[in-house]
């Protein structure tokens, strides 16, 4: 069984930044990539960043230059560092891990249970 426990979310007001952590724990051998998703009222989920174990990123295009990943492999945590905040950010966050639980198996995809980010004066 595997967790992954968000952290970070609240509201801010415009400009303004906030720092949400995801960490994995549990039945895990390996994870390949991390990342965060955003799903806003009446919208589909839709990709924020990710991170490979190799360190290698990518981005949505709404977020590039105002939204940082990063990856700590020896804690299995996530950080999306988010400046500059929008009131179009203002979503449920979900944290995401492609994983593996023994060497053997396939790659398994486990999620958070979602952080609320608001963004209004």
């Known amino acids: 069984q595997v967790q992954l426990v968000e952290s970070g979310g609240g509201l801010v007001l415009p400009g303004g930044s906030l720092r949400l952590s995801c960490a994995a724990s549990?039945?895990?051998?390996?994870?390949?990539?991390m990342g965060w998703y955003r799903q806003a009222p009446g919208k589909q989920r839709e990709l924020v960043a990710v991170?490979?174990?190799?360190?290698?990123?990518n981005y949505a295009g709404s977020v590039k230059g105002r939204f940082t990943i990063a990856r700590d492999n020896a804690k299995n945590t996530v950080y999306l560092q988010m400046n500059s905040l929008k009131p179009e950010d203002t979503a449920v966050y979900y944290c995401?891990?492609?994983?593996?639980?023994?060497?053997?198996?396939?790659?398994?995809?486990?999620w958070g249970q979602g952080a609320q980010v608001t963004v209004s004066s």
């Open positions: 995401n891990a492609v994983l593996k639980h023994t060497p053997g198996a396939y790659e398994d995809v486990h």
């Open positions: 549990g039945s895990i051998f390996s994870i390949n990539s």
């Open positions: 991170i490979t174990s190799g360190g290698n990123t």
